[in-house]
């Protein structure tokens, strides 16, 4: 597995882009990244309820709709009278099975990259976290092959300038094909050289090599 954090260059542009990954002592590995909405110091202590609210969620055994939900309330009602809202994908992975069982709230859905080939994994959007008050998320089984490489990212990773998502989507998942290694960090390190002239705001990249 390879990780990598890269923040802005100056306090106020500084985003709440957080990841978790760790194993669990069920066997799962848990693999979440996210981002808290605004700049600044504020953005910050949003990740950090995120980030820490999900880290001790994440020893419940409940699947990843379920941990949303919690983190969705979490927001919700930690933060009243505040806009505090955020994005994320939560995600378990199985070795066993070598199963990702995962949901959206309100994030880019993940790249796959099989035999050298990137695409998005197809999921249900499900609505950021903080935004309303009892929410429910939708689970999604994705069935990994051994050599696969999953790339999750926040969206710091796929914004550019006077163009679309889409094309930053687009760019992304080009880079990720092309710079398809054995070595997540390799791959990580290779898609933002690909990508740095582009990139202006935080970063979070996490791949996962399957075996």
């Known amino acids: 597995m390879g990780l ?25 590995v848990l693999l979440a990244i996210g981002d808290a909405m605004g700049h600044g110091l504020t953005a910050v202590g949003l990740m950090a309820q995120m980030r820490y609210g999900l880290a001790g969620l994440a020893y419940t055994k409940a699947d990843a709709a379920q941990l949303a939900t919690w983190l969705n309330d979490l927001m919700y009602h930690n933060n009243e009278g505040v806009t505090a809202t955020g994005t994320a994908i939560i995600g378990h992975f199985d070795p066993a099975d070598r199963t990702l069982t995962w ?67 687009d760019a992304l998942v080009g880079a990720a094909g092309d710079c398809h290694t054995d070595d997540p960090e390799e791959s990580i390190a290779c898609v933002l050289a690909r990508l740095d002239g582009d990139i202006s705001d935080d970063v979070c990249v996490i791949a996962l090599r399957v075996l």
């Not at 890269?6 to 069920?26: I, M, Q, S, T, Y």
């Not at 429910?136 to 550019?160: A, F, K, N, P």
């Open 4 to 28: 990598r954090y890269r923040p802005a260059e100056d306090v106020p542009r500084l985003g709440g882009d957080w990841f978790k990954a760790r194993p669990l002592p069920d066997g799962r």
């Open 103 to 169: 949901t959206s709230a309100g994030h880019p859905s993940p790249v796959l990259v099989r035999q050298g080939k990137a695409t998005l994994l197809d999921h249900s959007p499900g609505v950021m976290l903080g935004a309303f008050e009892s929410m429910s998320y939708e689970l999604t089984t994705t069935v990994l092959e051994s050599g696969d490489v999953l790339v999750l990212y926040t969206d710091g990773i796929v914004e550019r300038r006077g163009l679309d998502v889409q094309a930053g989507l």
